[in-house]
């Protein structure tokens, strides 16, 4: 998300006009220094590294932009650098 605007459970995820989703919690994030959020959008309509706006206020007052990213802590394909817990056994 761009900014530090404070997200909230409830807010709204719009892609122009139209309500996709919503937020179902957000935190900022010191791993990745920014602020990201959890939500449910809707079947078919947000696809990855689309951009899309979360609405504060009626929805429409004021929006902040926002990327839809995969889930950032999540490896299923195993490609981040794990800890060797066998080798630092005393």
């Known amino acids: 998300m761009a900014g530090a605007e404070p997200i909230g459970h409830g807010d709204g995820i719009y892609c ?3 309500r996709i989703g919503t937020v179902t919690s957000a935190a900022k ?9 959890l ?3 809707d079947a078919g309509t947000g696809d990855l590294g689309d951009a899309v706006e979360i609405g504060k206020l009626d ?4 929006r902040i932009a926002a990327t839809i990213v995969p889930f950032p802590f999540y490896d ?3 490609t981040r650098v794990r800890a060797d817990w066998a080798a630092q056994r005393p």
């Open 16 to 18: 122009r006009r139209a």
């Open 29 to 37: 994030s010191p791993l990745l220094k920014a602020t990201v959020a």
């Open 39 to 41: 939500a449910r959008l």
């Open 59 to 62: 929805g429409h007052r004021k």
């Open 76 to 78: 299923p394909k195993k």
